[in-house]
């Protein structure tokens, strides 16, 4: 899993229709509407990655589909697993060979799900596709990343998302809260062949082999995503935003 990188994280908002980043520090753009699971998105795109805030139109639809097998795995279903408690829900690693993402993980006793054909469309009615695989592990301490392929190839789809790109904002890394940090930290090292760069009595840091965001999963009294650490090129010192169940920390760089 050499190729895999941070493809986005998502953060779930409540009226999102009628959300705004405090001081519009971060610009969101339009993204569409998930039909299959109830929900609709905006994006905020990045440096390195994008954020998507996500909120249900459709809470029957959605209260519906996670009772299936796929659902109870799918992306949004940490949404009513948390009672609906905004904050930051999971992450999406990228791949250009998700059903070789599959064959790598059923070797090691992995189950999965998927690959899911997905669809995303605007108000223009132009339709975006690709396709989730999840990992089917019952243990819900923190829900594991899953894995994107965009059917777009990356140069085209990059090309198409570069004008919105706020450039001085980049990812450097996700804190992770888990009440059982050496069950976390190893389920992550065997599902996504994870390193650990830096270890103390308190958390663990984490990394893909090819792509330079740590991932820390400290000790916590509960388990989740809590923060997103960004450095910012266009200011002299840190601050910190708390945003709807987020902490997005900022770094001067």
Not at 67 to 82: A, L, M, N, Y
Not at 168 to 186: L, M, P, Y
Request: hydrophobic fraction near 30%.
């Amino acid at each position: 899993m050499k190729e895999l990188k941070l493809d986005h994280i998502i953060h779930y908002i409540q009226q999102l229709n009628d959300f705004k980043y405090p001081g519009h520090i971060l610009k969101l753009n339009q993204g569409g509407q998930h039909e299959r699971l109830g929900t609709f998105n905006r994006l905020a795109y990045l440096n390195n990655t994008y954020i998507e805030l996500l909120d249900v139109n459709k809470p029957e639809v959605l209260q519906k589909i996670i009772k299936t097998e796929e659902g109870r795995v799918s992306f949004p279903s940490k949404i009513v697993q948390d009672d609906y408690k905004q904050g930051l829900k999971t992450i999406a690693f990228q791949t250009s060979d998700i059903d070789q993402v599959k064959s790598d993980l059923e070797e090691k006793g992995v189950e999965v799900i998927g690959p899911v054909n997905m669809q995303r469309e605007n108000k223009k009615g132009h339709k975006t596709t690709w396709r989730l695989l999840y990992i089917a592990d019952p243990d819900y301490r923190v829900k594991p990343p899953f894995f994107i392929q965009w059917d777009e190839i990356e140069e085209v789809r990059n090309k198409k998302i570069e004008p919105f790109k706020q450039k001085e904002f980049t990812v450097k890394g996700i804190v992770i809260n888990s009440t059982e940090r050496a069950h976390t930290v190893e389920k992550w090292c065997k599902w996504f062949n994870m390193k650990i760069v830096d270890e103390t009595a308190t958390y663990s840091d984490l990394k893909l082999e090819n792509d330079p965001i740590i991932y820390r999963i400290n000790d916590g009294h509960y388990s989740g995503y809590k923060t997103i650490q960004l450095t910012d090129n266009k200011t002299t010192s840190s601050y910190t935003l708390i945003i709807r169940g987020a902490n997005y920390q900022f770094e001067a760089d």
